[in-house]
């Protein structure tokens, strides 16, 4: 990202001045937003995640993101990598730049409603400065995306293939186009979104799934969690139950059709073709859908030698995908290694086969350092699964030596505003 282009040196002084009151006011604001967007807009609450609306995680990450860009103003290299992950979402879901007027609008709006004669006209211009500063990169940067994304511009009508039960939680939609021309190939570790109508809501959703299997013509796999939500008694009450999944995994069959969009993401297997690169794949959770699909795409070509290690950590067997084929084809082949951590294992769970160990992905219980194979300066590591648990493989990894670089994950949060 470049320097502050559109913007004078007092209105950067000011964006800057105004972090202490994204604190304490911005949750307050993106709220305000969101609100009086939705009710002038009510089409555009198909791109938003009305879960993450009612829960308020929405209005809480896009404070997140002001805060970030307010205290980076003078530094927008840091932000980069976040700018980079949003603008793929963005593409993922088609938005335009007409999109960019109604959010600076209402966003401004909301500033104003709720700050009141603090927000003087010059801030107000500053932040006008700065918010179409940030648009207009994204815009350009969407615009190279689309361009990339082998014509395909809109939302396309796929019909499901197969539909495959993975666990007692994860089902794999075989997602094949209506029109039965080759799909385009995708880099292993991309994901698409899929839109549905949801009768509860009377609107589209639609939700990133990663690809789970490696790039074909014939259709696009995703193996989707189904996100039951928390009982409203707990104390952790934030989690809505998924629109998207459960509709996936209750009423989306066989024949059905649902909409997509072109591969997207900036988390993807760095080269295909290069053995001397070692690969470890962490994941927890559903988390390792991208990671299955990097590991389907090694290990397609018998011929590869490349050393490969899958990681993976899951509340029981019960729970976790791909456990006989990632088992099936470790013992296939010497280049290849899996290690199942299980945290709560059933008593049909037996250790050495279901799991190795009891207890969440911990990479000191490794039966060797050298199964990370952290000798080989080039070796890569790819983590997916819960952010704590991306951030936890991340410092671990880094106190045995690897350099960051090497470290490749997905955070799709915002760090958020500080207390
Ligand atoms: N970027 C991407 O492409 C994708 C990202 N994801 C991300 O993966 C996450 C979903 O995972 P989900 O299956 O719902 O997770 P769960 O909460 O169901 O947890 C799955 C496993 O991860 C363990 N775990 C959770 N937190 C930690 C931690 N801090 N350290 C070690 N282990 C941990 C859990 O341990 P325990 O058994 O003790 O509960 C459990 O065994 C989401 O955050 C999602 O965004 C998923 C798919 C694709």
């Not at 700065?130 to 990339?148: P, V």
């Not at 698409?192 to 589209?204: E, M, T």
């Amino acid at each position: 990202m470049g320097s502050n282009m559109g913007m004078a040196p007092d209105q950067v002084q000011l964006i800057k001045a105004t972090v202490p009151v994204l604190v304490d006011h911005g949750n307050t604001i993106t709220t305000v937003f969101y609100r009086n967007m939705l009710a002038a807009h009510p089409e555009l609450n198909s791109v938003f995640n009305t879960a993450n609306q009612a829960n308020g995680h929405q209005p809480r990450a896009l404070a997140g993101a002001l805060y970030a860009y307010a205290s980076h103003i003078d530094d927008l290299g840091a932000l980069s990598s976040a700018v980079e992950l949003i603008c793929n979402k963005h593409a993922s879901l088609y938005i335009k730049p007409d999109d960019y007027k109604i959010v600076g609008k209402y966003l401004l709006e909301a500033m104003a409603e709720v700050l009141g004669a603090a927000l003087t006209p010059e801030i107000h211009a500053a932040w006008a400065a700065a918010y179409w500063q940030l648009a207009d990169l994204m815009i350009g940067r969407e615009n190279q995306l689309y361009q990339q994304s082998n014509g395909w511009t809109d939302w396309f009508e796929f019909k499901v293939a197969d539909k495959v039960k993975e666990s007692d939680e994860i089902t794999s939609f075989y997602l094949a186009p209506a029109d039965g021309k080759p799909l385009p190939a995708f880099r292993p570790g991309q994901y698409i979104s899929v839109q549905v109508f949801v009768p509860d809501l009377k609107y589209p959703q639609a939700r990133q799934y990663s690809l789970s299997d490696q790039p074909r013509p014939d259709y696009y796999r995703i193996s989707v969690k189904k996100e039951k939500g928390v009982d409203s008694a707990a104390p952790d009450a934030t989690a809505h139950a998924g629109y998207v999944s459960n509709l996936l995994h209750d009423t989306v069959n066989k024949g059905d059709t649902v909409k997509v969009s072109h591969p997207c993401g900036d988390f993807f297997l760095s080269a295909t073709d290069e053995p001397a690169h070692p690969v470890v794949l962490i994941s927890a959770g559903v988390g390792l859908t991208p990671l299955t699909s990097i590991f389907n795409t090694l290990t397609s070509k018998p011929s590869s030698n490349r050393k490969l290690h899958f990681i993976h950590g899951a509340r029981s067997s019960s729970v976790r995908a791909f456990q006989d084929h990632i088992s099936s084809l470790t013992k296939q082949y010497p280049n290849l290694q899996a290690t199942f951590f299980t945290s709560q294992p059933s008593e049909e769970d037996t250790q050495g086969v279901d799991y190795h160990h009891v207890g969440r992905v911990n990479l000191d219980k490794l039966a060797s350092q050298k199964d990370l194979f952290l000798d080989n300066s080039q070796t890569e590591y790819y983590v997916c699964g819960p952010e704590k648990f991306m951030t936890d493989m991340e410092s671990s990894l880094k106190s045995q030596g690897v350099s960051a670089d090497r470290i490749k994950m997905e955070l799709f949060g915002t760090g958020g505003v500080p207390h």
